[in-house]
């Protein structure tokens, strides 16, 4: 399947240039699955054969960022904190999740919310669901969008960057994102166990 999707990213950006690489992005951030450790350096690879310059794919690759961050802060900021709230109310008992678990994740929000979006935009995994606490909070738009467009600047500039360099050899960047996946994995296993650990101390 993955081999599949990278064939069709491949052939979206050698049809449509840097239109399909905003159009790409874009979709990685509402639906993660496409892989941008495909999209980018192959963007930097077709760049550096002459079919594109590497500052117009960065430049498109960071717009379709910020439109598909724009997306699902838009979607969590319809759902809003009180439909959020009646859930976790509802429903919550089911995940070891209480309201006061809640209210303390949007106020450590709240006071990180400037380095949790501009660091999350250079994190694979959070990346995109960095918008989706965004919108929930209702966190003021333009200092989202302006922190959105450069953590993902800095994220598109290295990988384009990197299959640029590596040429026909843009492939080798993904072994490299995909051990950084794995490493958030192990840390966010490792909040999860300590959250549970925490939660079941408090029980006893």
């Known amino acids: 399947m993955l081999s599949d999707v990278a064939s069709w990213v491949q052939d979206v950006i ?7 690489v905003a159009l790409l992005v874009i979709l990685e951030n509402v ?4 892989p941008s450790e495909i999209v980018l350096p192959f963007a930097g690879f077709v760049a550096q054969r002459g079919d594109g310059s590497v500052v117009v794919m ?10 598909g961050a724009v997306i699902l802060y838009g ?7 009180d439909r959020l709230r009646a ?4 429903f919550g008992r089911w995940f070891g999740v209480k309201l006061t678990d809640l209210e303390r994740a949007e ?11 501009l660091l999350g935009r250079c994190v694979p995994l959070i990346r995109s669901v960095v918008s989706v606490p965004a919108g929930f909070r209702r966190m003021s738009i333009a200092p989202f969008l302006l922190y959105t467009a450069v ?14 360099i590596l040429g026909d050899q843009w492939d080798r960047v993904e072994p490299y994102v995909a051990t950084l996946q794995w490493v958030v994995v192990g ?9 549970a650990i925490t939660k079941l101390r408090h029980r006893a």
């Open 58 to 67: 960065i430049f498109a690759a960071t717009v379709g960022a910020v439109v």
């Open 187 to 195: 840390l966010l296993v490792l909040l999860v166990l300590r959250f």
């Open 31 to 34: 639906f993660p699955p496409i």
């Open 75 to 81: 979607v969590s900021a319809l759902i809003g904190p």
């Open 107 to 117: 106020n450590w929000f709240d006071r990180h919310a400037v380095a949790a979006v």
């Open 14 to 20: 050698e049809r449509l240039g840097a239109v399909g």
């Open 151 to 164: 953590g993902s600047l800095v994220w598109n500039t290295a990988l384009i960057g990197a299959g640029a």
């Open 87 to 90: 859930f976790v109310v509802r």
